[in-house]
């Protein structure tokens, strides 16, 4: 399929015809792949997504990528449906696919540098906090208080975006379903949230209060999944 247009490309099971193939002089776009189908980033700045094949018939798939409307500016994309997308002003707009919600802005979120959405999500702003919203399961949102969305005495605001608490100098963030790492400037690591897979060190039980990571000291990226916190380091071999 030619992305970059949004036309079309099908085939079905009993076609032989092949998939074209990319032009290997574009340029790869950033993109993210979600529970339903892949969103891109657009060379305007845009953002670009497609369904993955119906799996029940699976007699024949349709490729084409659709403009998230609303969305523009864009320098950064999260998520893995829903899907977030850090706008040039500095604002965090959502949107889902699999849920069929369009494109909408978090309200009270701005000045941020660095997204990162996994069924909660967190970001980093230009003034070195980190601003987390969405569900606080497994504390993770790193209040300093614990706020499920089982819990009926919540009204709804723990889950608004608000800062977690004791982290400063922030450049990078990243979640995962059930906890949450910032990285600073000078490479310090701290994490917040579930702790049953050790994803966080000397932590005994989940916490709604940021900890040091002291392996992950002289980071320069971060990646988390579920079970794992993974940090590249500074250092030569």
């Not at 967190?122 to 987390?132: F, H, I, N």
Request: glycine content about 10%.
């Amino acid at each position: 399929a030619d992305a970059s247009t949004g036309q079309e490309a099908s085939a079905s099971s009993s076609s032989s015809t092949e998939p074209p193939t990319p032009d290997a002089a574009a340029p790869l776009l950033p993109f993210k792949v979600g529970f339903s189908g892949v969103c891109m980033l657009q060379a305007g700045g845009g953002v670009g997504c497609f369904s993955f094949p119906n799996q029940t018939t699976k007699s024949a798939y349709s490729v084409a990528l659709r403009p998230v409307e609303g969305v523009a500016g864009a320098p950064q994309l999260a998520g893995q449906d829903p899907y977030c997308a850090r706008l040039d002003d500095g604002t965090v707009t959502c949107w889902s696919q699999l849920q069929k919600m369009p494109a909408r802005p978090v309200a009270g979120l701005d000045h941020v540098v660095q997204v990162d959405y996994c069924d909660f999500g967190c970001a980093a702003r230009d003034d070195g906090s980190v601003w987390c919203w969405g569900s606080d399961d497994y504390n993770n949102l790193g209040r300093g208080n614990h706020c499920p969305n089982t819990n009926p005495d919540c009204d709804g605001s723990t889950h608004r975006p608000g800062p977690v608490v004791q982290v400063s100098g922030a450049v990078e963030v990243a979640v995962s379903s059930v906890h949450a790492c910032a990285r600073t400037g000078a490479g310090d690591v701290s994490c917040w949230g579930r702790s049953g897979y050790h994803d966080r060190a000397n932590s005994p039980n989940d916490r709604s209060v940021p900890i040091a990571v002291p392996e992950a000291l002289g980071a320069r990226a971060l990646a988390v999944s579920e079970g794992e916190t993974i940090a590249t380091l500074d250092t030569a071999f």
